[in-house]
């Protein structure tokens, strides 16, 4: 086809792209500056009203964005997850095309001209005030009465949102693998560090208590499994992820590996409890356990608790870490001391005391 025979824009191409007035007055028409945060699967672009997401064409063991398809997939399964926990925020899905020439924005429709090379998703931004996470490293969610209501009002929410998730089909023995297996993953990458420098000298016995833990809880956990409690979750519930509007809001559910999102809420909730203590608000974790006990199964079992605590812990240092395998770490002398503050999380005082907390509060 005449016109068509020109290279294809590259990824910075098409990056720099969304910058011009022509893409801005499709996603970000208000004034106002660009800022563009990078993580490992994508770059964020944040206008002051809107926000695009534009995947990296990267290729790992636990997702495949090298192609346009594969990243069109993943953005409409991103809008169609965070319908979920956060209905309005996915304003829609953005194909990028080129016709040999110059690229395009369009929304989403299998009749825009050109060819497919890339897609966004096209959010509405959230005021950055009422993230968990800047409001916690702020100070200004407290254990008091305001703060308590805002946690309460967050648990219903999750509570709404897990009693109508859709129940797992993973049966016990597969969800016991998968445990056993992630827990190899983390000590391969974290034993190495029990002795390097600079060390995370928790490692090695955390490790070990890991694998008695999660040996001795083996009959709990298949007993979750088959009674049901094993759903197709939110997958990645961290602080940065949670706006605490009028009605909190949650985004950014894990959308590029369904079996990721395949598990247990009590230990989704523990998880969040750990990650909010490491910024200073133990009392989260135990209250929003209370709060949410009849998607839990109950009164929550302080060994279970410490037990998701502790693979949490782990796979948030491993995570941490494997920043540093980039060919281009970015900010480098982050990442071992944050390894590092998840495993202090879980050290054998810690972890007795909250899980004496999520029985007491």
């Known amino acids: 086809m005449a016109g068509r025979s020109g290279p294809a824009p590259t990824a910075q191409d098409r990056l720099a792209f969304l910058y011009t007035p022509e ?21 964020v672009l944040r206008a002051p009203e809107h926000v695009l997401k534009l995947k990296k064409p990267v290729r790992t063991a636990f997702l495949d964005f090298s192609t346009p398809r594969a990243r069109l997939h993943d953005c409409r399964e991103e809008q169609r997850l965070n319908a979920r926990l956060a209905p309005g925020v996915v304003l829609g899905v953005c194909t990028l095309r080129w016709d040999g020439a110059r690229l395009r924005l369009h929304a989403d429709e299998p009749s825009a001209p050109g060819t497919l090379v890339d897609a ?20 200004q969610l407290r254990d008091d009465l305001p703060g308590r209501h805002a946690v309460d009002a967050l648990a219903q929410v999750l509570v709404d949102f897990y009693r109508q998730a859709p129940r797992s089909a993973v049966g016990a023995r597969a969800h016991l693998l998968r445990q056993r297996r992630e827990l190899a993953i983390d000590r391969t990458v974290l034993a190495p560090w029990a002795q390097a420098a600079p060390r995370l000298p928790e490692a090695a016995a955390l490790l070990a208590q890991a694998e008695q833990a999660l040996a001795r809880a ?14 197709d979750g939110h997958g990645d519930l961290r602080p940065e992820h949670i ?29 969040l409890g750990l990650e909010c203590e490491r910024l200073g608000a133990p009392w989260i974790g135990p209250r929003l356990l209370v709060r949410c006990e009849s998607v839990i199964g109950g009164p929550p079992d302080p060994a279970l608790v410490a037990l998701y605590r502790l693979l949490r812990a782990l796979r948030r ?42 029985l007491t509060t």
């Not at 966004?120 to 100070?139: G, I, K, S, Y």
Request: aromatic content about 4%; some cysteine.
């Open 243 to 271: 706006y605490l509007l009028e009605r909190p809001l949650v985004i950014d559910a894990l959308e590029f590996n369904p079996a990721l999102r395949q598990l247990d809420p009590l230990d989704e909730l523990a998880g």
């Open 317 to 358: 240092a491993r995570l941490a870490l494997a920043h540093l395998r980039e060919p281009v770490p970015r900010t480098p002398a982050r990442w071992v001391p944050r390894a590092r503050s998840y495993l202090l999380l879980v050290t054998e005082a810690s972890a007795c005391a909250s899980s004496g907390a999520a």
């Open 218 to 231: 083996a009959p709990a956990l298949r007993a979750r499994v088959r009674a049901g409690q094993l759903v």
């Open 23 to 43: 893409a801005r007055a499709r996603w970000a028409p208000e004034p106002g500056p660009v800022q563009c945060l990078e993580t490992h699967m994508s770059w």
């Open 120 to 139: 966004a998703v096209h959010m509405r931004r959230l005021p950055d005030a009422c993230v968990l996470e800047q409001l916690l490293q702020a100070h």
